[in-house]
């Protein structure tokens, strides 16, 4: 038997986090997203997990650098409208998967904290996850770089991503 999940957008987001001149953390995130499980049974077993985000939709409350972040510098959400995640192996806390960004794939392992599975007041399956992570935004074609007077970074190379998905059971 297999048992489909769909993503709850108004329970769900999709945060990262990268430090800015070494002294600040700069947070952001993806309004457009979509995310769906498969699984073997209604308590959540074996996961499979498919996740997109339409870059166009990255908000940082910045316009200027939303827009940066979306050319060629960053992303380069024209040729690259989309990142992507698949989850395959879901063991204890650690859920690992391959994401795409700028066309380049990657393994990466997410810290995974299952919240469980509830029936709410309308009677329907519900399961929420909490995934953490990080990862190099170099290691995927994100390369623009400036220094400070000092020497440090003005945009760090690591990303931590923030994740928290509610999925209905179809």
């Not at 166009?56 to 995640?85: C, G, M, Q, V």
């Not at 650690?94 to 007041?121: H, Q, R, S, W």
Request: no cysteine; proline share 2%; hydrophobic share 40%.
């Amino acid at each position: 038997m297999s048992v489909n999940w769909k993503i709850d957008h108004a329970h769900s987001e999709v945060q990262f986090k990268v430090k800015h001149m070494v002294i600040s953390t700069v947070s952001g995130e993806f309004l457009d997203f979509d995310a769906q499980a498969e699984t073997v049974d209604e308590e959540f077993s074996n996961p499979k997990f498919e996740f997109s985000a339409n870059v166009d939709s990255i908000n940082t409350k910045n316009e200027h650098r939303d827009n940066h972040l979306k050319s060629d510098d960053f992303f380069n959400s024209a040729d690259y409208p989309e990142l992507t995640f698949k989850g395959n192996k879901l063991t204890g806390n650690a859920l690992e998967g391959e994401i795409t960004i700028k066309g380049v794939t990657k393994p990466i392992v997410l810290d995974a904290d299952f919240g469980g599975v509830i029936n709410d007041m309308e009677g329907n399956k519900r399961a929420g996850f909490e995934f953490s992570g990080k990862l190099n935004r170099k290691d995927f074609g994100l390369n623009w770089s400036a220094t400070t007077e000092a020497g440090g970074l003005v945009v760090a190379d690591d990303v931590k991503l923030l994740i928290n998905l509610e999925f209905v059971k179809q």
